[in-house]
């Protein structure tokens, strides 16, 4: 069993930065693939980037590419999400999520993913 909690959410100006941080608990993650979602009210929670356990692939959305970057840490079990140049449409609850997986794997689909965490809202005022 896998727990995960995240933090560093909480409200910033459009054009500015958080730093997500998600920890692990229970089991390393060093054989899970790890991503990290977003759901806007009324809106399906959707893909924002996910990461092989190696960390050698990475996955991005369109609407986040060259805006955000994932990365983990191993040893510390943690994973992060750096967003930068943020945007009033990126305001949503963020979830990181975890999947035991292949080397090489970073699964995209939001159904792939066995393990999540409670979510940590982020608001981006205009």
């Known amino acids: 069993q896998v727990q995960l909690v995240e933090s560093g959410g909480g409200l910033v100006q459009a054009g500015g930065s958080l730093r997500l941080s998600c920890a692990a608990s229970?089991?390393?993650?060093?054989?899970?693939?790890m991503g990290w979602f977003r759901q806007a009210p009324g809106t399906e929670r959707e893909l924002v980037a996910a990461?092989?356990?190696?960390?050698?692939?990475?996955y991005y959305a369109d609407s986040v590419k060259g805006r955000f970057t994932m990365s983990r840490d191993n040893l510390k079990s943690t994973v992060y999400l750096q967003m930068n140049s943020l945007k009033p449409e990126d305001t949503a609850v963020y979830y990181c999520?975890?999947?035991?997986?292949?080397?090489?794997?970073?699964?995209?689909?939001?159904?792939?993913?066995?393990?999540w965490g409670q979510g940590t809202q982020v608001t981006v005022s205009s």
């Open positions: 999520a975890a999947v035991r997986s292949p080397a090489g794997l970073a699964p995209t689909y939001r159904y792939a993913y066995d393990y």
């Open positions: 229970g089991r390393t993650l060093s054989t899970y693939a």
């Open positions: 990461v092989s356990w190696s960390g050698g692939v990475t």
